[in-house]
């Protein structure tokens, strides 16, 4: 039952012929008969957040082609798991030898060879995630505009997953007939989601953008002409951000879908004390040690002496054209899917 709060929101997203909900209500036909599939890489967490989220917000009438990657000597314990039982047979489980997975960006290269010659593109996607949505415009109250994630609250009903995968997928078959070297697609963090602007049509596919972790389109068809893959955690920081530096310097390309956004479990509220805080600075010295004289990496060390790393998007396109021969700029780097789609 939806909160009496929420009512304009609800009357608002279903009276609206915005662009996304009607990719929402299209996409999965368009794609159903050639899924991307969607990958979970797992280790640990048998109950996890994203096998619930499969459950409440997939139908048996629209299925997706989903897998968790998982350890052999743990694939009993996931098959005993409440709602992988629960799911009946919508998630495969995907073992792997558990020398061949023990750090995330092994998961990741192990999984890219599975799926290699079978599918082009694959969703990978983080076990403690939340939610993922499409948004809509909204005015507040207040009279500021912004751009409303379309989530259950809101709504009074579960989202379909499978719908959300599709727009996704439409999304990037889009993406890569004008640019078939963009090899990683993502959608936005929510919590940076909400400028009005993000789900205009005119900003619905940008290039050389992104923050590329946790949900992510990975374009193996790409890895394997570019001959790039991910590599292991140890010694090389953050396995996707090291990707992504290295295919850029390989002149390849990333998209974001700033209408699209996901939630995930979230730092904490202790952050700073906490086990993640330390693993984010040696991350930051490993990849300083190896991108230290690659001109758009950005080692950050805030006032908190929190340690990052960050791709500067306006110096990694300088770099792109200048290997490329190519022009990318701010005019030419987003399109209008809508229009595309004749939305």
């Given at each position: ?49 994203m096998?619930k ?64 010659g ?13 939610d ?32 959300i995968?599709?727009m ?18 993502c ?13 205009d ?10 923050a ?13 002409k ?27 390309m ?11 479990d ?18 930051h ?6 991108f230290k ?30 290997l ?20």
């Open positions: 039952m939806i909160d009496s709060k929420y009512y304009d929101i609800k009357e608002k997203i279903e009276e609206s012929d915005f662009w996304t909900n009607k990719l929402y209500n299209m996409a999965y036909e368009r794609v159903k008969d050639r899924q991307y599939p969607l990958v979970i890489p797992s280790y640990n967490r048998p109950d996890n957040k096998t989220y499969i459950y409440e917000h997939t139908i048996d009438e629209e299925p997706w082609d989903i897998y968790v990657v998982v350890r052999a000597s743990q694939k009993e314990i996931y098959e005993q798991a409440e709602y992988f039982k629960k799911c009946n047979g919508k998630i495969k489980l995907l073992p792997f030898p558990d020398e061949t997975i023990n750090d995330l960006g092994k998961v990741r290269v192990e999984t890219i060879k599975y799926f290699s079978k599918k082009d593109c694959i969703f990978m996607i983080d076990d403690d995630t939340l993922i949505t499409y948004t809509v415009p909204y005015t507040r109250k207040s009279g500021a505009q912004i751009s409303m994630s379309v989530t259950d609250k809101f709504i009074g009903h579960n989202t379909n997953f499978a719908r995968l599709a996704w997928q439409v999304a990037m078959e889009e993406t890569l007939k004008k640019h078939d070297n963009v090899i990683i697609s959608p936005m963090i929510a919590g940076f989601s909400w400028a009005p602007n993000f789900c049509p005119e900003n619905s596919l940008k290039i050389m953008s992104g590329q972790a946790c949900c992510m389109c990975i374009n193996i068809k790409a890895c394997n570019y001959d790039i893959t991910f590599r292991t955690n140890k010694g090389n920081g953050h396995e996707d951000k090291d990707f992504v530096i290295r295919a850029i310097q390989k002149g390849c990333t998209a974001e879908y700033r209408w699209l956004a996901y939630y995930s979230g730092l904490g509220t202790d952050f700073l004390n906490s086990g993640i805080a330390e693993r984010m600075a040696k991350q010295d490993e990849m300083y040690a190896n004289d690659v001109d758009y990496v950005k080692f950050i060390i805030d006032r908190k002496g929190l340690k990052n790393v960050r791709v500067n998007w306006s110096r990694a396109t300088k770099f792109y054209n200048n490329t021969g190519e022009n990318i700029n701010k005019t030419n780097n987003k399109f209008n899917l809508a229009e595309i789609l004749g939305l």
